[in-house]
C-alpha cells in the first residue's frame, strides 16, 4: 500500500456530466443546511438549465438510497434521510474506484473528500491494530476499511453520527481491534465514537476480511498456542511460555493461514 495522499493539491475535475453530478451530490450529501442554486451553480459552472438537468438525475440517485431531496422556495435545496443511507450513497455514488489508483493509497479526489482529516494517522492507526489483532484483508479490503473509517470520522467531526446499527457477533481479535482503533481514534481527532458508530465500522471490517466468517476466533488459537508451549516444555525441557514475541508470531502465523483459506 503506497504512501497517504495527506491532502489535495490541484482543482476537482469537472470536466464531464459525470463529474459535476458526482462533485454536486457530495455537496448536497455532506450539507445539513439549504443550499441555494445560484451557489451550487457558481461551484459547478454551469447555468441555471444545466443545473436543473443535474438536480433531476440527483432526485432519482437519492431514492436509490431512500434518500430524498427538499426543495423550498428562495432557500434552496437539501437531502433528507438516515445517515446510513447517506454514507452508502456516498460511498457507492460520490467515491471513483479504479482499480489501478484505488488501492495505492488517497488519491487527490479522496483527500478532498475528507479535507479536516490527517489521512496518513488515520491509515497507520488502522493498519497498526489491524496487524496487532492478527487481522488479514486484501488491498482492497484494507483501502475500504480505510475510507469507511474516514468517511465516519469525518461525519462524526461534522456532528453527524449513525441514528443506529445491526448487532452482530465479533472475534475476540474483531473487539481488540475495535477497543484500540476506536479509542486512538477518539484521541487523534477529537472526537466520540458511540456504540452504533463501532457497528458501523463492525460491519464494514467483517465485510472486508473473511477471519470472522469462517468463525475463528483469536481465544482458540490461544489455548492451542500455550497448549503447544506447555508440551515443548514437558517433553523437550524448553520453557517458552512467557515468550510474547514467540506467541504473537505464532498466532499472526496461524490468523493469516486460515484467513486466506476460501
Known amino acids: 500500500f503506497a504512501t497517504t ?3 489535495a493539491t490541484s482543482e476537482p475535475d469537472l470536466s464531464s456530466a459525470d463529474a459535476r453530478i458526482r462533485f454536486l451530490l457530495h455537496a448536497l450529501l455532506v450539507s445539513d443546511d439549504y443550499r441555494p442554486y445560484d451557489e451550487l451553480a457558481e461551484i459547478i459552472y454551469v447555468g441555471d438549465n444545466t443545473l436543473q438537468n443535474y438536480i433531476r438525475q440527483i432526485k432519482d440517485i437519492l431514492t436509490e438510497y431512500d434518500l430524498a431531496l427538499l426543495v423550498k422556495p428562495g432557500k434552496g435545496v437539501k437531502v433528507l434521510g438516515r445517515e446510513d443511507n447517506r454514507r452508502r450513497c456516498f460511498m457507492e455514488r460520490v467515491l471513483v474506484r479504479n482499480m ?3 488501492v ?18 488515520l491509515e497507520r492507526i488502522v493498519r497498526r491494530h489491524l496487524e496487532q489483532s492478527g487481522i ?33 457477533a465479533a472475534s475476540t481479535r474483531v473487539a481488540i481491534f475495535l477497543d484500540g482503533t476506536c479509542q486512538e481514534l477518539e484521541q ?12 458501523y ?3 464494514h471490517i467483517l465485510s472486508n476480511t473473511n477471519l470472522d466468517r469462517l468463525g475463528i476466533d483469536d ?3 490461544r489455548t492451542d498456542v500455550d497448549a503447544l508451549l506447555d508440551s515443548v516444555m514437558v517433553n523437550y525441557g524448553f520453557d517458552l511460555r512467557d ?10 502465523h496461524l490468523a493469516s493461514t486460515f484467513s486466506s483459506k476460501d
Open 5 to 7: 495522499c495527506e491532502r
Open 104 to 121: 495505492k493509497g488517497f488519491t487527490e479526489d479522496e483527500a478532498r473528500l475528507f479535507p479536516h482529516i490527517d489521512l496518513g494517522e
Open 201 to 203: 465500522l463492525l460491519l
Open 219 to 221: 481465544h482458540l488459537f
Open 100 to 102: 489501478r489508483s484505488y
Open 188 to 199: 487523534a481527532f477529537s472526537i466520540s465514537i458511540c456504540q452504533a458508530e463501532r457497528g
Open 243 to 252: 515468550d510474547v514475541e514467540l506467541k504473537r508470531s505464532l498466532l499472526q
Open 136 to 168: 488479514v484483508s486484501t488491498d482492497y479490503g484494507f483501502k475500504n476499511i480505510l475510507v469507511h473509517t474516514a468517511l465516519m470520522v469525518h461525519r462524526i467531526m461534522s456532528g453527524c453520527t449513525i441514528e443506529s446499527s445491526e448487532d452482530a
